[in-house]
C-alpha cells in the first residue's frame, strides 16, 4: 500500500518559517518526480514545488519562488518543503505527491500518489 504522510504544519506568524515533512512508503521514490500542492478554502489546488529524480532540478509556482525550498532525499524515501517568509495568502491544506511519468510536474493531473494533506495557517 503506497502511503505519502505529511507533518510539520501548523500555525505559523507573518514572516515565520514551517518546514513539512512527507514520509513515503509502499514505493521507492527513486523512481518518481514529487510536488507539493496547496489548497485554499474555495480556491483550486495549485502547484507549489516539485523536484526531477535526482534532486537537480526544482521548479517552484510564481507565489512561493524566493521564499519556499523544496528538497528530497532517496535514501530516507523524504522530501521535504521549507517554507520561510511566510504570508497570510500561503494558509491552506498542503499535500505531497509523486509522479511517475514525463510529464508537466506542476500539472495536478499527472501525479499518481497523494498525501492526505496538512493545514498550513498564517496568521497573526
Known amino acids: 500500500q503506497v502511503q505519502l504522510v505529511e507533518s510539520g504544519g501548523g500555525l505559523a506568524q507573518p514572516g515565520g518559517s514551517l518546514r513539512l515533512s512527507c514520509t513515503v512508503s509502499g514505493i521507492t521514490i527513486n523512481n518518481f518526480r514529487m510536488g507539493w500542492f496547496r489548497q485554499a478554502p474555495g480556491k483550486e489546488r495549485e502547484f507549489v514545488a516539485g523536484?526531477?529524480?535526482?534532486?537537480?532540478?526544482?521548479y517552484y509556482g510564481d507565489s512561493v519562488k524566493g521564499r519556499f525550498t523544496i528538497s528530497r532525499d532517496n535514501a530516507k524515501n523524504f522530501v521535504a518543503l521549507q517554507m520561510d517568509s511566510l504570508k497570510p495568502e500561503d494558509t491552506g491544506v498542503y499535500y505531497c505527491?509523486?509522479?511517475?511519468?514525463?510529464?508537466?510536474?506542476?500539472?495536478?493531473?499527472?501525479?499518481?500518489?497523494w498525501g492526505q494533506g496538512i493545514q498550513v495557517t498564517v496568521s497573526s
Open positions: 523536484v526531477e529524480w535526482s534532486g537537480t532540478y526544482k
Open positions: 505527491a509523486a509522479l511517475a511519468a514525463d510529464g508537466d510536474i506542476k500539472t495536478m493531473s499527472n501525479y499518481w500518489y
